[in-house]
């Protein structure tokens, strides 16, 4: 059977046909990858992610990383990690690509509703919150502050620098920037992403926040954000696993009771700090 | 529904022939290689009569018995799951189009009436909770879904139990159990319990319309009182010769309040991380894909083949193993089979069949960890 966009899919492992519109080179091993449907569109909300699949090569799980206002423009953030990650890494434009999904649990922006929004991302964390970004801005009455606090190893290494610079001078979010190490012509701060906490102004009281970075970093901004008075309950961070099928069925990202896949993977925190301070659970 | 009847052994052959000329495709326990495997039946004789197996931790033997039973042997390590979720599937090919574009072509959905003929209740008790895992998520499992649908379960009630069985601590046999919630457990559309003491018989009791129909389709008389007290006894001679106990009270608990104990270290001392008891396991369900694309480049196939947690990079953040240590992965595997599918699909994920022993290359015995556990367990008090 041709998949084709009048014909219904019956197998929810089986992946529809993208076309590559835009490349976007991110960093050195980052780039952004623009599709579009070659059936129709599918909602999806912020947090969730697809399985993209590269001809001959295989799946990988991917955060959305763009508008949920326009489902018909997906973009995949992608880091050459594995073998899918680099051929998605080598694709060109007008090159088909299968996505199904989306999956998962996403960010509960209703959690911030009437209350300071809080962003914390590291690196190529910055791609999965940044559709919470753009939903949070075009509803900016639902809620108070919003901070955004950005973290990168150098400055070679941010993605979405064009949003960061159109963020930095929006008056509805409050952006703040550093990396570990600068380089010359780097004007900003410098520092972990964590040393921001205490000094950007928000009502720890009335605070959602959404984190998402590598595991470490998660556990620094979770310190940081309880020390100045962040309710965990309303403390949200993003995990990543292995996924081959991303229902619950392949068990390859287990972290003990929970799927990451099915279950989150948005949790909040006290969900999966007791998890993962289990090593190598 | 038909009511219980009787049949001599050799009854069996008719119900066999009948399920073939029908269109069935007959599976179930016969002797090769020294093993009781599932293989297609064409006959009584391919049964393994007049065989016994003598299981134990990391051993398998057959011997032969003085008489002419049929299900005297235990489960051996085949099960209904390589028919009804088998080891390698496809999934669906990308077809390429030229210029890195290609299209989607999927499989027709399997086609097949498979009758299982001699399904242990430890199994039926599997097929229950693999219907929780494949076809009560998210979105039932196509492959799966497709040959459960169609299949005949004929079950055959426990009278020898292995050295390894211990179905009766998992309330999962060793008599057909009826489904009354507490464990999820397949209808048998017929069960069967053979009757060594006195006349060799075999009782058939239907438990679907079509089980019945098929009892009614062959020659029988109708079970007697005495028959049914004969299988009474048979169970109940069954359970108590059950070859291994596990305490399954607060056993979630027990495991999750132990992830640090010194016991996971030791076994895994033990543990070669062969993967042997996730292959013969009837409801361990990870799978892993493969992709495979022709010598031309022009078909890209997709595969589903069974995958285990004992693999180093079964499960992995970023290029990073999760599980480095065979303590975190044999660890992974137990806590999940006995503790974390409950929270996951509200039943236990063992039924109690003692593969996973018998199978186990160093013998590791699931029962005996789990009571290792129990007689030190590091819990503060809970009171």
């Not at chain 1, 080598?90 to 929004?117: F, K, N």
Request: glycine share 8%.
């Amino acid at each position: 059977m041709t998949i084709a966009p009048d014909l219904p899919l019956r197998d929810p492992l089986t992946a529809r046909p993208y076309v590559v519109s835009t490349i976007r080179q991110q960093t050195h091993d980052i780039v952004t990858l623009d599709v579009r449907p070659a059936e129709a569109p599918i909602a999806f909300a912020p947090g969730q992610f697809d399985m993209v699949y590269v001809y001959g090569v295989g799946e990988a799980a991917i955060s959305i990383s763009s508008d949920p206002a326009t489902p018909e423009l997906l973009s995949h953030t992608i880091r050459a990690i594995g073998w899918v990650t680099r051929a998605l890494n080598d694709l060109q434009p007008g090159a088909t690509i299968g996505i199904r999904g989306p999956y998962g649990r996403g960010w509960p922006l209703d959690d911030a509703e009437g209350r300071d929004l809080v962003i914390v991302a590291g690196g190529i964390g910055l791609a999965p919150v940044r559709p919470a970004i753009m939903a949070a801005l075009a509803q900016r009455d639902r809620f108070n502050r919003i901070a955004l606090l950005v973290g990168a190893r150098s400055p070679r290494d941010l993605v979405f620098r064009d949003d960061l610079d159109r963020w930095a001078t929006n008056p509805a979010i409050d952006v703040h920037v550093t990396v570990d190490s600068a380089v010359r012509g780097w004007g900003g701060r410098v520092g972990v992403v964590t040393k921001l906490i205490p000094r950007v102004p928000f009502d720890p009281d009335g605070a959602t926040v959404l984190t998402c970075g590598p595991e470490a970093m998660m556990w620094h901004t979770a310190d940081a954000l309880v020390k100045r008075g962040v309710d965990p309950n309303h403390l949200y961070v993003t995990l990543e696993r292995n996924m081959r099928c991303a229902l619950g069925t392949c068990g390859h990202c287990q972290l003990g009771p929970v799927f990451v896949c099915r279950d989150g993977p948005v949790f909040a925190w006290p969900e999966v700090s007791g998890l993962l301070e289990e090593r190598e659970l | 529904m038909a009511a219980p009847g009787v049949i001599a052994p050799s009854g069996l052959g008719s119900l066999i022939a009948l399920l073939r000329d029908e269109g069935y495709r007959v599976v179930g326990p016969t002797v090769r290689d020294g093993v009781v495997v599932h293989d297609d039946l064409a006959g009584v004789d391919d049964l393994p009569v007049g065989w016994q197996d003598r299981q134990g931790p990391g051993t398998y033997r057959l011997e032969r018995r003085d008489d002419e039973a049929l299900f005297a042997t235990a489960v051996g390590p085949h099960g209904p799951k390589r028919e009804l979720f088998p080891p390698r599937q496809h999934l669906w090919e990308a077809v390429s189009d030229g210029d890195a574009v290609f299209h989607v072509v999927e499989p027709p959905a399997p086609d097949e009436r498979i009758a299982f003929l001699g399904v242990r209740p430890c199994e039926l008790a599997a097929i229950g909770v693999q219907d929780r895992v494949l076809l009560d998520g998210l979105a039932a499992d196509r492959v799966y879904a497709a040959h459960r649908e169609q299949v005949l379960l004929i079950a055959a009630e426990c009278h020898q139990p292995a050295g390894t069985c211990f179905c009766a601590s998992m309330g999962t046999g060793p008599g057909v159990v009826d489904n009354d919630g507490s464990v999820p457990v397949a209808r048998a559309d017929l069960a069967i319990t053979e009757l060594l003491e006195g006349e060799h018989r075999l009782l058939l009791r239907a438990g679907s319309e079509e089980g019945s129909r098929l009892l009614d389709a062959i020659d029988h008389r109708a079970a007697t009182a005495e028959d049914h007290a004969a299988r009474d006894a048979s169970l109940a001679a069954a359970t108590e010769q059950m070859g291994r106990h596990l305490d399954v009270e607060d056993v979630h608990d027990l495991l999750m309040g132990n992830l640090s104990h010194p016991r996971w270290d030791e076994v895994a001392s033990r543990c070669l991380a062969c993967t042997n008891c996730t292959m013969v396991c009837p409801t361990c369900f990870c799978t892993n894909v493969e992709d495979t694309t022709d010598l031309s480049g022009e078909r890209a196939s997709r595969d589903r083949r069974w995958d285990s947690c004992f693999t180093i990079e079964f499960s992995h953040a970023g290029p990073t193993s999760v599980r480095t240590s065979t303590r975190a992965r044999y660890r992974q595997w137990l806590t999940h089979k006995l503790a974390t599918w409950i929270d996951q699909f509200d039943t236990s994920g063992c039924v109690g069949c003692g593969r996973c022993i018998t199978w186990c290359p160093v013998g590791i015995d699931l029962t005996e960890e789990v009571a290792a556990i129990r007689a030190s367990d590091g819990r503060k008090s809970t009171s």
